[in-house]
């Protein structure tokens, strides 16, 4: 049994998160900013003719308080506009994979990536819309470029290790576990992940130390109980799921 995040998707880091595609839009608000910045007359004019990061920040305004509908129609809006701009199909494929619309997930991402196909988290997010389809090389394929492009890129390494444990290639998996908690021993997620993979190696105290740290970090009540539920079966001794079971 493991963690399955979307770490995508792309997507906010439980997945990861949107902003990171927003680069040189920090502390702008595009609601009240015009293309120059200062704040138009009349409030927000939503016909206005937006920068491509302004508009994402409008659609990521939108997926933050429940409006994927509307946040879609902003980056179809600009892409429109924006034909060649790489981070509006990003994004917007980040979204579809979030919603569960796959193929147009895969289609934007491939989009993006024929502009810029050395961007570490879209090929980060290309390998989950490829692994959701049971396209598996190639998703490992786009998760070791990411990791060349940017080895510290803990969403690739989290969903490699995934793969990796889900094929029963528990040493490597451990690996790339191991080097999410190294980036950032706070993010509970790999613990979890390690844990069940020290199981699957045998090494059940190591397993129980981790389960036991996870527990400290997470706050989702659901995976809390999942937690707390293994770890009795582990200290009573009993065997867990069988190995690449997973859990999204």
Known sequence: M?????????LLLATLTFSVYLPGAAGQDPVTSSMTGKPHSGGY???AKLEPEQLITVALQHMQEG???????ELDRGIVQFKTHAELFAVRGSIYLQMGRLSDALRDL?????IHPDDP???????QAYRQFGRIEE??????KALTLDPDLIPAHFNRGSIYYSSSEFDKALVDFEQCIALDPHAPAPYFNRASTYDALGKRDAAIKDLERFL???EVDEWKKVANDLLKQWRKGETASPAGQNNS
Do not use: G, M, W
């Open 139 to 144: 998703a490992l394929q786009d998760l070791n």
């Open 67 to 73: 409006r994927p509908n509307e946040a879609l129609h």
């Open 45 to 47: 004019n939503p016909h």
């Open 121 to 127: 988290k879209t090929l980060t997010n290309r390998a």
């Open 2 to 10: 493991i963690l399955r995040f979307r770490y995508a998707t792309c």
């Open 216 to 218: 400290e970090l997470v």
């Open 110 to 114: 491939e989009s993006s990536l024929t």
